[in-house]
Each structure stands twice: as C-alpha cells, then as structure tokens.
C-alpha cells in the first residue's frame, strides 16, 4: 500500500498478532516494516509497547533464531485444537509420561508457549500445567492416565507413538 494509515492500539495490535503468527520476524525494525507493507503506519517505538502489551517474548526457532511469538490468547478465549496442533507441531519435540504426569520438552525458551497454549485450550482432564525453560509439566486429573494424555498431545504435535508404554 502506497500511503500507510495510523490505526488505533486495538487494530495495529490485531495486526501485529497476525504478523508474528505468519512471518518469523527476528527484531522490531521487521516488523515495523511488515506493518507498513500491510498499510500501517507504527514507529520502532510504538511497536516496542504493543509488543510489551501484547506480551510477546523471543524465543527459538529450528536454526537457533530468535523470533517474536505471543505465548498467550486472551484469557476468557479457548484454543481452537487447530491452534494447539500448530503450537504443539512446532514446539513440542519430546512427550514422556508417569501416572497422571506428562512431560513435554520444548527447545530452550518455548515451554511458556506449550504451557500457556494447553492452559487455554479448556481440556477438563488437565489439572494445570507449570513450564520451565525448555520443559512443560502437565498434571492430569485422577481418572485420567498420563499415557492417554501423552498420546493425546503426541497425536497433535505429529511426533512417532511407536515408543508408547502402556499399563
């Protein structure tokens, strides 16, 4: 677009979302011009706040490059199970289980993304989940066994269940 627009905060933000959500940007200066190339008008500045607001981090990606990701819907939002299979195909590369534990490994500085995305997905038979670094633990009601809730998340994120134990 020739003549980008100023947006108000709710707008640019959205955009900004689904910026992060379909380009690996790297630093601000990026997206501030991805913003321009999708008619809106931001400096560095302004997209430092919304990205502090929005509560996007830098984390790895396959190749050891940080890029932004926003780790979190709003909180009275659910997640789609098509959002969990992108979040869970592109971050979870290991799923081990014990009783009602499951444990899911990340790469370093993504377990926040894994975690904060399987808290909003609303499943009844997870009890919470507590992320680390590079490591999700997932605590799953007592009627339900670690190993179906591990296969579960293995389904979703693509990885071989040849290696599954069962009881």
């Known amino acids: 677009m020739s003549n980008p627009a100023s947006l108000g905060k709710p707008q640019r933000q959205h955009r900004i979302v689904r910026l992060l959500e379909n380009h690996a940007v790297t ?24 990205l502090d607001e929005l509560g996007a981090v830098k984390v790895r990606v396959h190749g050891g490059e940080a890029v932004y990701a926003i780790p979190e819907l709003a909180f009275d939002q659910i997640a789609p199970e098509d959002h969990l299979r992108r979040v869970f195909s592109d971050w979870v590369v290991e799923v081990a289980w014990s009783l009602n534990l499951v444990v899911l490994r990340t790469p370093p500085g993504s377990a ?54 069962e009881e």
């Open 27 to 50: 630093s601000q200066t990026r997206l501030v011009e991805l913003l321009a190339e999708d008619g809106v008008n931001a400096t560095q500045a302004t997209v430092s706040r919304d």
């Open 112 to 165: 926040h993304v894994v975690g904060s995305a399987l808290d909003r997905a609303g499943w009844r038979e997870v009890v919470g989940t507590v992320a680390g670094d590079d490591t999700v633990l997932v605590v799953v009601a007592e009627q339900t066994r670690g190993v179906d809730m591990a296969n579960r998340v293995r389904v979703l994120a693509g990885l071989d269940r040849s290696n599954d134990r």
